[in-house]
């Protein structure tokens, strides 16, 4: 069956460093989106990748969907206090299909 | 201001009761979800719905009932056979199945 993991589930990092939390996938999927959730908050929408091979940018926050549409990471540059949460990653595995989310990557940044 | 509406933030109830989780939008969304969250956990489907009178379970429906009489409400039953309710309950809704997913504040749900 389908299984997707979500790594890694911590990372703590300096403000400054960069950070990548990955979706790996046994199987294609259909599309993924990146959700950020502050700490005691909701989730909230970043970006949705459907192509293969797909690269988004916004700002400091990279997102790639893999060529063979079984991977995808979400870089950040230099992250700042601002960037602590969790992030999620949510994937259709056909079009039309729910959503089913990893467990997501909980990110600290010591100023 | 468009957007979800779920209440209360904080809902404390005794073992056995049964209890009602509300989610209202006024985004004109076709879909609507529901999703439980446990400390540290991602976030697990429990029912989706994607038009009016019409819903699906998600991966874990059992001790949990739904209605969707209306586009702008998806309300939430936790009944007594849901073995262990205390959670963090969140609404979404979306344009299309799927699409980008817009959260409610949530609900924590506390049986005692």
């Known amino acids: 069956g389908q299984q997707v993991m979500q790594i890694p589930q911590y990372q703590h990092v300096q403000e400054g460093e960069d950070f990548t939390t990955y979706c790996n996938s046994s199987?294609?999927?259909?599309?993924i989106q990146w959700y950020k959730q502050r700490p005691g908050g909701h989730p909230v929408f970043l970006i949705q990748l459907v192509k293969s091979g797909e690269v988004k940018k916004q700002k400091r926050l990279t997102f790639q969907f893999g060529e063979a549409k079984k991977n995808s990471s979400l870089h950040i540059t230099a992250t700042q206090t601002t960037d602590v949460g969790t992030y999620f990653c949510?994937?259709?595995?056909?079009?039309?299909?729910?959503?089913?989310f990893g467990e997501g990557t909980q990110l600290t940044v010591n100023p | 201001d468009g957007g979800i509406t779920q209440s209360p933030k904080y809902l404390f109830r005794k073992e056995g009761q049964n209890v009602t989780l509300s989610c209202e939008q006024n985004l004109n969304h076709d879909a609507m979800y529901w999703y439980r969250q446990d400390p540290g956990q991602g976030l697990r489907l429990i029912y989706y719905s994607q038009i009016v009178n019409d819903f699906q379970k998600g991966d874990i429906a059992e001790g949990y009932s739904v209605s969707r009489e209306k586009k702008e409400s998806f309300p939430l039953t936790v009944t007594s056979a849901q073995k262990n309710p205390t959670a963090f309950y969140l609404c979404a809704s979306s344009i299309l199945n799927p699409g980008e997913q817009f959260f409610g504040p949530g609900t924590r749900l506390t049986v005692l």
């Open positions: 199987t294609t999927l259909s599309n």
């Open positions: 949510g994937w259709g595995e056909t079009s039309g299909s729910r959503l089913t």
